[in-house]
């Protein structure tokens, strides 16, 4: 776990921490609410260099006053990349993370080859709303999240004291960037301006956002592939994490070589 102090233009000085993972092609891996704890496994399953960045404030860690928005996040590790010198990355976020993966496409940096949003949220979609996750007991949150909560959902009065303190730390500091209703009114019609080869990511069980709020997300997003796995909920990285594996190293693998051959194409002939 390494420490980072970035310089975020409109916000100032940020520190990130950054676990990595593995070697190889570059993943920047996003978390959602409930943590980098709930990602990190996944990225053990992954034949590349994953970093896994904690969102400032989560996990107790240091959040500046100024940086209190999903796109400033997004801005972060547009930063972070550039700290590290990093290309021909694919992002990958999960919930939340993948609110903040849209944020940083629209941001189009240059070290970004593509996205992958997983079950992402932040979007508003007539009829489709997002889980009031602020009003949802445990075992409500369990049920929405997840194809088969009795073996994934968690009862948090079986943890400990310090992981039940840092767990409502992360629930304020999730309203602070999200706000409660989760999304953006504008993000819809933003989305237009992604130029990046973006894959959407979506469990069919998912009841904090339903699939059809995944498929209007893809919709919004010129080109974008989407992607529904079956018996999954919210957070396929630990439900069905091979079958997650498998569909981004799909879409790294077809993207590149789709790059590949258009990098080796023939210039047309001068008139």
Known sequence: MTSHLLTVDGIGP????????????????LHGGGGPLTVTPWADLQAAHVLIPTHPGFNATPRPAALDSIGGLAATYVALLDALDLTDV???????????????????PARVGRYVLVDAVGI??????????????????????????????????????????????????????AGRAMTDPTL?????????????????????????FGRAFAAAIPGAGFTLLPETGHLPQIETPDALTAVVREFMRDETQAASATRSRPAPLAS
């Open 90 to 108: 694919t992002v990958v976020g999960n919930s939340i993370g993948g609110w903040i993966a849209a944020e940083m496409a629209l941001l189009d």
């Open 188 to 212: 819809a019609g933003r989305l237009g301006g992604v130029t990046r080869p973006t894959l959407v990511v979506w469990g069919e069980a998912d009841r904090i956002g339903d699939p059809d």
């Open 124 to 177: 508003e979609v007539p009829g489709h709303p997002v889980a009031d996750f602020f009003a949802l007991s445990p075992a409500e949150l369990a049920e929405r999240s997840y194809h088969d909560p009795a073996t994934f959902g968690v009862d948090p009065a079986r943890l400990p004291p310090p992981v039940r303190e840092m767990m409502a730390g992360n629930r304020v500091t999730i309203e602070v960037y």
């Open 14 to 29: 940020v520190e990130v921490t950054v676990t990595e993972r593995g070697q190889g092609r570059p993943i920047l891996l």
